[in-house]
């Protein structure tokens, strides 16, 4: 059997023989308990957690296959701190092992169950957003033709002597129903079609995106390219990653530029944008149970996400800007998960982080 490959799982395993002792680890379990496998082999299993009396009792049984599949609470030892665990341990039989036994902490259930809510939540609402949308759409194409024929009108009138300012009205009132009109379109238009997959190497997503940035916002702020050349190519969408990455740096970009930035510049320093790219070793994505992934990370030195703004970032219409439209972050983690990631970040005044992680075996 290959246990190199139980190394790219995002959870803790031991292979446990006929007595109950470690005769492997993966690289999650030396993450978990902080010490090597080659420490935690030879080790009784039950040494590796607080006392239980449950455990104790039930775990040669469980050994010999007696109860199936085991699930229990525990609480495991670590040098840094104990830590609560879920266990599942399954018997093997004719394996060179008695059985398997996996450790989940609950933050890493929390965080499947959060984002697992959040894709539920987000495709409710965009559901909903649609079906409002064409109700809205309907009479703005009204308003938008009702305000044409009437500057058609008033150009007639312009040219017997009538007042040609008059015509700035009709021109808002068709320059904003169109500006609406695009909206709208963005808010029902499919976003589902399939992945067009190539393989590539993800710094030419960071080089595009960088160029854009550059050129959206001269040199407003300094951009730092901090990429990690071990990263292996990938097969992705490269067009619908670009806009994902351009997402985010946009936003980076806009917090650096704008309000409160340019009035606490001094306080974080000369404003700064980071495009960072590293490999990820034991994480847990909703759609994926290996460990491995890509990490594009935009990083900035602006004042950081309002508070009021963090629990609803990525929902679509969701903004701190007075001209923004909420949809540029919406669509960006829309594309993440059709690529079986996620975006998620961290932000502090003085620093924020929006981190892209694409699983491995997309590559």
């Known amino acids: 059997m290959d246990l190199a490959a139980y190394d790219v799982l995002s959870t803790a395993v031991l292979m446990l023989g006929e007595q109950g002792a470690v005769a492997h680890a993966n690289a999650a379990a030396e993450e978990l308990f902080g010490v090597s496998r080659k420490v935690l082999q030879g080790v009784l299993a039950q040494?590796?957690?607080?006392?239980?009396?449950?455990?104790?009792?039930?775990?040669?049984?469980?050994?010999?296959?007696?109860?199936g599949t085991l699930h229990y609470a525990l609480i495991a030892r670590r040098r840094t701190g104990d830590v609560p665990v879920n266990m599942t341990l399954l018997p093997l039989a004719g394996a060179p092992w008695a059985a398997v036994l996996e450790l989940r902490t609950p933050e890493r259930e929390?965080?499947?169950?959060?984002?697992?809510a959040m894709t539920r939540e987000r495709e409710s609402q965009r559901s909903l957003l649609r079906n409002l949308a064409h109700e809205i759409k309907n009479p703005l194409g009204g308003i938008r033709g009702a305000a044409q024929l009437l500057d058609g009108e008033l150009a007639s009138l312009e040219r017997t002597g009538g007042d040609p300012s008059l015509r700035d009205y009709t021109r808002v009132i068709v320059a904003e129903t169109g500006r609406l009109s695009a909206l709208i379109d963005r808010l029902i238009a499919p976003q589902g079609e399939a992945l067009q997959l190539s393989t590539f190497n993800i710094h030419e997503v960071c080089e595009r995106v960088y160029t854009l940035v550059r050129s959206e916002?001269?040199?407003?702020?300094?951009?730092?390219?901090?990429?990690d050349s071990s990263v292996p190519d990938v097969s992705g969408d490269f067009q619908r990653l670009v806009q994902t990455l351009l997402n985010m740096a946009r936003n980076a970009g806009q917090a650096l530029t704008e309000g409160r930035r340019s009035e606490a510049g001094r306080e974080y320093g000369e404003p700064r944008l980071t495009l960072r790219t590293r490999i990820g070793h034991c994480l847990y994505l909703p759609h994926s149970h290996g460990g491995l992934a890509v990490i594009l990370s935009v990083i900035d030195n602006g004042p950081g996400v309002p508070e009021s703004l963090k629990e609803t970032i990525f929902h679509p219409l969701a903004t701190g800007r007075p001209q923004g439209t909420g949809l540029g972050l919406n669509l960006a983690q829309e594309y993440a998960q059709q690529h079986g990631g996620l975006i998620e970040f961290e932000s502090r005044p003085g620093h924020t982080e929006f981190r892209l992680i694409l699983p491995m075996e997309m590559s």
């Open 47 to 67: 040494d590796l957690f607080e006392p239980d009396e449950v455990l104790q009792n039930r775990l040669p049984g469980a050994l010999r296959g007696e109860y």
């Open 110 to 116: 929390q965080l499947l169950d959060r984002h697992h």
């Open 217 to 227: 916002f001269a040199d407003r702020f300094e951009i730092v390219r901090d990429y």
